[in-house]
């Protein structure tokens, strides 16, 4: 998405400046297509930043969220309803079948929450004393105070200094580093498979199962973050399938909702018993109708057989993308790719271009696109997209 920085144009638009002033209004969608207010047509490969990963006004979850709308929208926590069972029992099918373990989970309405929620749990898990949590640098775990403490972009902190205590940080794939930190004092670690925001870069093969064991020499926890791999981004439900590991939370949103604000943070049984009646809660926590959209969400990500579609359309878009002499590689795992463009060509310029072209993606440093289509993109939009973002680059290289 384009946003202008423009002083007069940010003081004249009723939101808060933290994204500056979104130059484009989108009036509607349907599958892979957004209409903005002009009329004008784009192929969103952003998919609300890995979202929409079933596609704008999906007739499944469209339907299943108007159904829901017209018979029970909330109920507040001292009740819960058949919907967020439902979904609750659907989505710990899946973690169960992926990590070998029962577990339970809490149900949020945002990815920042559902690590909120995991960062509290490895807090209780550990004990006064043993409370601090390590991450990566490059990460991204969210943007209330605990999860930017443990966000590894020390930029993101000064703003906002000091931080939280309780958080360490150490070089992204560096399991030197990694055990040399643990100490008594460390509850958990918090690791996402792919580092999404911090510029699409995957862990390196038997990273995640090195850091599964160094939590298991001192018994800490491992946290994986799916916020934005979960949910067959990545041709697996889950991002730490890729590397066969078993963590012990796991934290969800983005996709688990198609659009619909929910989250979820999910723990290994023994793990979740640790909370006690008002150690956690969120009055939106499950609600009928979030909870309805996950529901539908997974039946119908089993019934597409997600996972596979992600990875062909991963290869397929992957092979369009290395055609073109501006782009050295490609990286990433079914549709969350970032495409590493030539020295000299400028990535924030390109995908500027590229909105104005028709093609949503974004950029996530100064030579990385980042590409998150929908699971559910044509073999023609693929092609399409590949096309613009040649005339993009041909432009660029001059």
């Known amino acids: 998405m384009t946003h202008t920085f423009d002083t007069a144009a940010m003081a004249a638009c009723p939101f808060m400046p933290v994204f500056g002033a979104p130059a484009l209004s989108m009036e509607r969608g349907l599958g892979t297509e957004l209409w903005d207010t002009d009329g004008k047509r784009y192929l969103d490969f952003l998919g609300g930043i890995a979202v929409t990963s079933l596609g704008h006004a999906n007739p499944v979850i469209a339907e299943a969220i108007s159904r829901q709308a017209s018979t029970l929208l909330h109920v507040s926590?001292?009740?819960t309803n058949p919907q967020a069972t439902a979904a609750a029992v659907k989505v710990n099918e899946l973690l169960e079948a992926a990590t070998g373990h029962a577990g339970q989970l809490f149900f949020t309405n945002?990815?920042?929450e559902s690590n909120e929620c995991a960062l509290k749990l490895a807090r209780k898990w550990g004990g006064r004393g043993r409370h601090t949590v390590v991450s990566a640098f490059g990460s991204f775990h969210g943007r209330t105070l605990a999860t930017l403490a443990a966000t590894?972009?020390?930029?993101?902190?000064?703003?906002?200094?000091?931080?939280?205590?309780?958080?360490?940080h150490v070089a992204w794939g560096d399991l030197d580093e990694l055990r040399a930190s643990v100490d008594s004092s460390v509850a958990a670690v918090i690791i996402e498979p792919i580092q999404g925001e911090g510029g699409v870069n995957p862990a390196p093969a038997g990273y995640l199962q090195g850091v599964r064991d160094i939590c298991d020499e001192v018994g800490a926890l491992m946290i994986v973050d799916e916020i934005q791999t979960g949910f067959a981004r990545t041709g697996h439900w889950f991002g730490f399938e890729i590397d066969g590991v078993s963590p012990d939370v796991v934290t969800l949103a983005k996709a688990m909702g198609n659009g619909m604000p929910v989250g979820a943070c999910w723990a290994r049984t023994e793990v979740a018993a640790v909370f006690e009646p008002g150690d956690h809660g969120s009055t939106y926590s499950g609600t009928a109708i979030a909870t309805a959209a996950v529901s539908a969400v997974v039946d119908e990500m089993r019934r597409?057989?997600?996972p596979a579609l992600a990875t062909a359309k991963g290869e397929r878009l992957s092979g369009l993308l290395l055609e073109?002499?501006?782009?050295t590689s490609v990286r990433g795992a079914?549709?969350?790719l970032g495409v590493q463009l030539v020295e000299g060509i400028d990535a924030p310029a390109v995908y500027r271009r590229?909105?104005?072209l028709g093609l949503i993606c974004n950029a996530v440093n100064g030579s990385t696109l980042r590409l998150l289509p929908p699971i559910t993109v044509s073999d023609d939009e693929l092609v399409e997209a590949v096309g613009l973002i040649r005339q993009a680059l041909l432009e660029a290289a001059g």
């Open 354 to 356: 590229l909105t104005e």
């Open 334 to 336: 079914g549709l969350i």
């Open 152 to 168: 590894g972009q020390p930029a993101k902190h000064e703003p906002f200094a000091p931080m939280p205590d309780g958080f360490k």
């Open 304 to 306: 597409i057989d997600a």
């Open 324 to 327: 073109l002499p501006q782009v």
């Open 77 to 79: 926590n001292f009740f």
């Open 110 to 112: 945002s990815g920042a």
